[in-house]
């Protein structure tokens, strides 16, 4: 009876690996590099014990940093740095990446009716989600695998870089098993991602009030479960026990509540919304905003919290840069005065973290014409030109209030520290300086998206490109052409550097001359 439920999985699990590879590739390397590239900044940004150990001091008292990325133990050394640094970010990291997996093989394909046809074979009521769930653990071992050679090879501790590998793996399960939860108590693939997120934005939010202020809280985290194993800090297996018990408890409560919902529907009846038709966003720009409110916001707040912690370290930035020339050249992109210096380089960080909102926000039309839903929007009478002219309003806007925010937060972390409430708004302007940089990065997406659909992942090579420009330009010796392809590049470090309305205006130019190109062209091409 029990294999009857499963018969089909293996057939189904290697569909999806093979629509999963890139997807697994890219997710694992991009977690190994994230630790990994902690050490080998470490190493050149603090080559001498006492630069290492004098910056530890320093972040030992700082508590916006503690709450971004976890309790400080053997800050000292170079493993504990690793784990202090990538620890945390890379457990939500590879949630997020199990989160897509796992809705993408269940809740998608009900969504879609794939499923339906599908489960018309000898396919088991199990099969589709147990596949989703073994496609998600290939991600995490392999993630886990990269993250674990990686740092042994470096080299550091072996029993050390396992034990970051392994709770990375552990993570990825207890992840797995609650977006599967999710999958089952919502009918719609984007209510079961926003459940999931929010799982994953509340374990990160209990490990940081917890490792601040209340300890208790840690220990309701699978995160705060991860950093309990503590590496390079005096290790221990046990908090394994707790992960292992949360993945296992999250997959049975999955399964048990699989047997009580019908295929194609959620446990939780989903309802019309209210209407509100005289609602000042009603109409396209409404529908718009209303998709893309949960992204927008979930990206204030994550760009507001990191604001604060940069800002916190307004008064540590000296010990926090050390005497190396290559710690200077990357946390003050070369300005004599140290602080200014610093700041600059966090507001520039702050925008190209903007900049990858805006290229995915951008991009959304085309997952709306993957759906199907482009096209029954598009049935009303209303042009095509009026419907992506509404999205890319939406995107303007919030772009904008996004860069506000991220200002705010590195105000606000600096006026706590400096107790000069002045201070809490004086960033916003120059975080807005790069706002011309943010659009013509978010106008090549819509361009791209409007003369080759199906590439439009290229959308982001541009902002890797700025990211590659910013943090290594001078240390690969880039030629000056290559990093005049970062339109950031041509934007003074404000308040290193004076603004340039000139510069401003060029590149916003720029930016309305590549959307409106954008513009016409989709309106000469198919939908789909």
Sequence with gaps: MTSGLFTGTLTLWAKALKGD???????????????????????????GEGELARMAAAMERNQAMIALAGPARSLDTVGG??????????????????????????????????????????????????????????????????????????????ADSAALGVGLVLCGLCFTGTTLVAAQLVSSTRAARGIAGAVIAAAYALRAVGDVSVPALSWLSPIGWYQALHPFSGLRWWPVLLLLAAGAANLALAGALLVRRDIGAGLVASRPGPARAGSALSGTVGLA?????????????????????????????????????????????????????????????LALLTAGFATS?????????????????LSAPLGRGRWLLSWTLVTVLATLLVLVVAGLGIGAGYAFVTADPVQAVSFVLPQLQHAPAVLLLAAVARLVHALAPRLASLAWAPLVVAVVVMFFGDLLDLPQWVRWLSPFDHLPLVPAEDASLAASAALLGVALAVGAAGQLAFRRRDIG
Excluded at 23 to 47: C, F, K, N
Excluded at 102 to 115: I, K, L, P
């Design 21 to 47: 590879r890139w997807l697994v590739l890219g997710g694992g390397v991009a977690l190994a590099v994230l630790y990994w590239a902690q050490a080998w900044s470490i190493d050149r940004l603090y080559p």
């Design 81 to 158: 740095q690793v784990t202090w640094q990538a620890s945390a970010f890379g457990a939500v990291l590879l949630g997020l990446v199990v989160m897509v997996v796992v809705t993408r093989h269940t809740r998608a394909e009900e969504e879609s009716g794939r499923d339906d046809l599908v489960r018309s074979a000898v396919v088991g009521r199990f099969a589709p989600p147990a596949a989703a769930v073994l496609s998600a653990l290939v991600v995490s071992v392999f993630s886990g695998a990269l993250v674990t050679l990686s740092l042994a090879t470096y080299p550091l501790e072996v």
């Design 289 to 349: 905003w209303r998709l893309q409110r949960g992204g927008i916001i979930g990206w204030s707040v994550g760009l507001f919290l990191t604001g604060v912690a940069y800002g916190a370290l307004g008064t540590e930035v000296e010990d926090l840069v050390g005497d190396s020339d290559l710690g200077l050249e990357m946390m003050t992109q070369g300005v004599p005065d140290l602080v200014d210096g610093f700041f600059a380089t966090m507001l520039l960080m």
């Design 361 to 377: 926000s951008m991009l959304r039309p085309r997952s709306e014409e993957e759906s199907g839903l482009a096209e029954l929007v």
